[in-house]
């Protein structure tokens, strides 16, 4: 016959159950602290970190972005660009020639066009919108939708920085780029100059 032993007190009221503000049971445990609260407490320095962490520079001898580029063969999704290119690639090339961006826009390979721009969202974040410029205007009138798509939002991120830079680019181009990057780029416009780009 199995016996069951009944927990000691000291055990049961480690797994005590109290009433919240909100009315909802609230776990404690045997500091009398909610159960995952330190974890929630954690949560602004782990975001602290990870904001020191992406402003790190690489190293020269990081590989990363030489596999990335070494085996873009393996890319065939456009979520696998934009998660990394602008984290592995941008990042990379932020104090680089931008060779290596241009090589990747005059590609046959959509995902390698892609690339290109995706990797400059790093470098407006980081305060350079030139380098965005340049490879939109390389890709502004790639026939395929997903390139018209990221360099729209390209140059709506260059507005959020430098709005009279992007304002030029477009006097320069609103009368022939597609009008779907058209849209991304003056989304975050004024609703009176948004309208009025959009007319042209």
Same mark, same amino acid.
């Given at each position: 016959?199995?016996? %069951? +032993? *009944? !927990?000691?007190? #000291? ?7 109290? /009433?919240?503000? @909100?009315?909802? $049971? &609230? ?27 992406? %402003? +790190? *520079? !690489?190293?020269? #001898? ?7 580029? /070494?085996?873009? @063969?393996?890319? $065939? &999704? ?123």
């Amino acid at each position: 016959m199995v016996t %069951h +032993r *009944r !927990p000691s007190a #000291g055990r049961r009221a480690d797994r005590r159950c109290e /009433r919240g503000a @909100d009315g909802r $049971n &609230v776990r404690r445990g045997a500091d009398d602290a909610p159960i995952g609260a330190g974890a929630a407490q954690d949560r602004p320095l782990r975001r602290r970190r990870r904001r020191h962490r992406d %402003h +790190r *520079r !690489p190293d020269e #001898g990081d590989l990363r972005p030489q596999l990335y580029l /070494r085996r873009h @063969d393996r890319i $065939n &999704v456009w979520d696998l660009v934009d998660r990394a290119a602008p984290r592995v690639v941008g990042w990379y090339l932020l104090d680089k020639p931008r060779d290596p961006l241009f090589e990747l826009a005059g590609s046959d390979d959509v995902w390698r066009r892609r690339t290109a721009i995706t990797a400059t969202f790093w470098f407006v974040r980081n305060g350079d919108v030139e380098g965005a410029l340049e490879i939109a205007e390389v890709l502004l009138h790639d026939e395929e939708d997903l390139i018209n798509k990221p360099v729209g939002t390209a140059l709506r991120e260059v507005g959020k920085v430098d709005e009279p830079r992007l304002l030029t680019f477009l006097d320069e181009h609103v009368a022939t780029m597609p009008r779907v990057t058209l849209r991304y780029a003056v989304e975050k416009l004024s609703p009176g100059r948004r309208d009025e780009l959009m007319s042209r």
